[in-house]
């Protein structure tokens, strides 16, 4: 009897450290997985500080559009796929994305390369989001790379990525190059520019008016005096008047104007998408852009 105590407490023990291993090993492998943290900054080049307040924009943005925002840094040698792959890869193969389709942007920094690239997946591949978002956010950060303020260039990432999503997910039109996005300047820019030149189109309309009055007024003047006075009947007949000279004189014209329409018409609505996309080596369809800094 005590034998089989004795194995049984022994069987528990077995039981109870097997169990206990796989809780730990199972802790260990979700702590580690990069998909907890939307900011890996494998580089060094953030604060503590920095790296959570980017990690926290990250998640609220991508709660907001259920789009996966992610800021990776680098500072290792590119592997022989090229650093395109490489940012894709890392995307893929951590587990980012919502849904099944991975839909998110990741802004992937080399600094052993010097190399910027934006890689897209999921409904960011010409839906919501288009490949000349990407090159633009790109161009529009690679000065702060290039000065060293690698915190403002993730932030930047950031707010374009918010108000680009707001357009794609929100208004149903992502920026393309047949709607381009335009800064707050260069919208109050146009629209003063519009208010400019149709007032001068009224000013211009209302001078020719004047002109033309100016004209004809003058025109009436001359005529009146071309009448001469007349002081005896020497010019005058028995028998009544008889007409040596007619002349006809046109004191206004009138003139009516109809607009004809276009026979053609055009269509409205829908997204536009610029750019194609790209398969990674794992598989995956990515769009985005990529340069040097």
């Not at 915190?151 to 992502?174: H, I």
């Not at 025109?219 to 028998?239: F, H, K, L, P, W």
């Not at 040596?244 to 055009?266: L, Q, W």
């Amino acid at each position: 009897m005590k034998k089989y105590t004795r194995i049984l407490v022994l069987l528990m023990a077995l039981a109870f450290f097997v169990s206990g291993f796989g809780i730990d090993a199972y802790a260990y492998s979700t702590a580690e997985k990069p998909d907890n943290k939307r900011v890996v900054d494998d580089a060094d080049l953030l604060s503590s500080s920095e790296e959570e307040a980017l990690d926290r924009r990250c998640e609220t943005l991508s709660e907001k559009y259920k789009v996966d925002l992610v800021i990776v840094f680098k500072d290792e040698p590119v592997s022989s796929r090229g650093v395109v792959d490489d940012a894709d890869m890392f995307f893929e193969g951590n587990g980012y994305g919502y849904t099944s389709a991975q839909n998110g942007i990741e802004l992937y920094v080399n600094m052993y390369a010097r190399d910027i690239c934006i890689s897209t997946m999921g409904n960011c591949v010409n839906d919501v989001f288009t490949d000349y978002g990407a090159y633009y956010i790109q161009s529009a950060i690679t000065s702060y790379l290039s000065n060293k303020n690698y915190y403002k260039a993730a932030d930047r990432f950031l707010d374009l990525c918010d108000e680009f999503l707001d357009q794609g997910v929100n208004k149903g039109k992502a920026y393309s190059e047949d709607n381009k996005y335009m800064t707050k300047a260069e919208l109050k820019a146009r629209k003063i520019a519009r208010v400019v030149r149709s007032f001068g189109i009224v000013i211009v309309f209302f001078l020719i008016g004047l002109i033309i009055a100016g004209v004809k007024q003058a025109s009436m003047v001359g005529q009146m005096n071309t009448i001469n006075s007349v002081y005896d009947a020497e010019g005058y007949e028995d028998g009544g008047l008889k007409v040596t000279h007619s002349d006809h004189k046109y004191t206004r014209t009138t003139t009516s104007r109809t607009y004809i329409g276009s026979s053609s018409s055009s269509g409205g609505g829908g997204r536009s998408s610029s750019g194609g996309g790209h398969y990674s080596s794992g598989g995956g369809y990515h769009g985005g852009s990529h340069g040097k800094f």
